[in-house]
């Protein structure tokens, strides 16, 4: 089945980096629209990124763009987010998703990985 | 931005109405996900009115003009959780969020 695993999340100073990463498996990597979107704590879900199946397209939202870069590997069917400059407000549950589609643009989200913490604090 | 209320309470048995409104919304397609404490989002509606593969009958979508609702009938204890609206922002490419919703059931 659909597999989404998040890793490289944890505690960075402001201004710091992180690399998050989400491993994929059970379906066809290469054609899918990837995401990432978070969640702070006890707040909404806010959509941070996506980025299409041929790498072409990548879209970020405003909140992140110039400091966050979305890529792809579709060797190890793997999509990261490099986060730099990281600020207080960047904590929050970073979730990885799939949109199931094979559409030209990203359509709906399914399924979603489990999420990973990213914490920015001094 | 997608509006949606912050909270929404009914008895077991009842229907729920989770409303999504915008002014962009009759212009691109709406999906809604459903998340429980700890938990991410599950899809449980996508183009407005279809449902994912595993989303209860007694979940349905609908939409007139501006405004996109969620109908929970017959709402069991289990439906109790948050739901969010995603659509698009006036290019079509930026992806928004509702706030969201929370569905207590009483």
């Known amino acids: 089945q659909v597999q989404l695993v998040e890793s490289g999340g944890g505690l960075v100073a402001p201004g710091g980096s992180l690399r998050l990463s989400c491993a994929t498996s059970?379906?066809?990597?290469?054609?899918?629209?990837m995401a990432w979107v978070r969640q702070a704590p006890g707040r909404g879900l806010e959509w941070v990124s996506y980025?299409?199946?041929?790498?072409?397209?990548?879209y970020y939202a405003e909140s992140v763009k110039g400091r966050f870069t979305i890529s792809r590997d579709d060797v190890h069917k793997t999509v990261h987010l490099e986060m730099n400059s990281l600020r207080v407000e960047d904590t929050a549950i970073y979730y990885c998703?799939?949109?199931?589609?094979?559409?030209?643009?990203?359509?709906?989200?399914?399924?979603w990985g489990q999420g990973v913490l990213v914490t920015v604090s001094s | 931005d997608l509006k949606q209320p912050p909270s929404v309470s009914v008895s077991p048995g009842q229907s729920a109405r989770i409303t999504c409104s915008a002014d962009?919304?009759?212009?691109?397609?709406t999906s809604w996900y459903q998340q429980k404490p700890g938990q991410p989002p599950v899809l449980l509606i996508f183009?407005?009115?279809e449902k994912s593969s595993g989303t209860p009958d007694r979940f349905s979508g609908s939409t007139s003009g501006t405004t996109v609702t969620l109908t929970i009938s017959a709402v069991r204890s289990e439906d109790e959780a948050d739901y969010y609206c995603?659509?698009?922002?006036?290019?079509?490419?930026?992806?928004?969020f509702g706030g969201g919703t929370k569905l207590t059931v009483l």
């Open positions: 962009t919304l009759p212009d691109h397609y």
């Open positions: 183009k407005d009115t």
């Open positions: 059970g379906f066809n990597f290469d054609d899918h629209y």
């Open positions: 980025i299409s199946g041929s790498s072409l397209t990548k």
């Open positions: 998703a799939r949109d199931p589609t094979l559409g030209s643009y990203l359509n709906w989200l399914d399924p």
């Open positions: 995603q659509s698009y922002d006036t290019t079509g490419t930026l992806v928004v």
